[in-house]
């Protein structure tokens, strides 16, 4: 299958059709091989999903050899919102094709996101009309509060993860995500780890792993 963004693809350990799919999302800059990192660790404790992670459908302005989502340089919140609209739209279709090629349907399906693809993430994932099971976001924020909260059709279960001392995506946007999922009546769990920048600490990466688990293997 050739989906329209090109992706890392990791088919299920077990061998068997993919009970449910985990799709990853990078961060500004990165690409699909980045986050597949992740993708590999929770493989072995995931063995009937299919991972994939897509590359950002821009090349990064800032740096060629990686993606980005939406461009972030020199942007108001207008141009941002507006760009990300685009990247909105193309994530979400990107979601039906996989759900489409591999026979699953929406509540089989996870979002996991880091930095800017938390922040893609959120927005496409709340404004979905077919609500996916679940999404983990790390060291992002929502893009646009506002426009978010006039456009909600999902409340998937969420898992917010930030470092402390992360001085790309300030802890402050963790708090304000926090305030507006509660408001909003979500489920929603935090976590900030301590002394850590902006990265998936290998917490990060065992905390999510335990909530796929739970979510898609119940």
């Known amino acids: 299958m050739s989906y329209s963004l090109n992706s890392v693809i990791i088919k299920p350990s077990s061998k068997s059709s993919p009970k449910n799919v985990v799709i990853l999302c990078h961060g500004y800059g990165g690409d699909g091989k980045d986050i597949s990192i992740l993708a590999n660790y929770w493989k072995t404790f995931l063995p009937d999903t299919l991972f994939i992670c897509p590359d950002a459908p821009e090349i990064c302005k800032v740096n060629p050899d990686g993606f980005q989502w939406f461009d972030l340089m020199d942007q108001t919140g207008e141009e941002t919102l507006s760009k990300s609209l685009i990247a909105e739209n193309k994530l979400d279709n990107f979601i039906n094709e996989v ?72 802890i402050n946007f963790l708090l304000e995500a926090k305030e507006f999922f509660n408001k909003n009546d979500y489920k929603i769990q ?18 999510g792993l335990e909530f796929l688990k739970k979510n898609l293997y119940k």
């Open 99 to 170: 759900i489409s090629e591999n026979k699953l349907n929406f509540k089989d399906v996870a979002l996991v996101g880091f930095s800017q693809g938390c922040m893609i993430s959120m927005q496409t994932a709340l404004k979905k009309k077919d609500q996916i099971k679940c999404l983990i976001g790390y060291s992002g924020k929502i893009l646009n509060i506002k426009h978010l909260n006039q456009n909600i059709n999902s409340k998937p279960e969420i898992f917010l993860m930030h470092g402390d001392k992360d001085q790309i995506v300030p």
């Open 190 to 207: 935090t976590k900030i780890f301590k002394n850590c920048e902006h990265r998936i600490p290998t917490e990060g990466s065992s905390i």
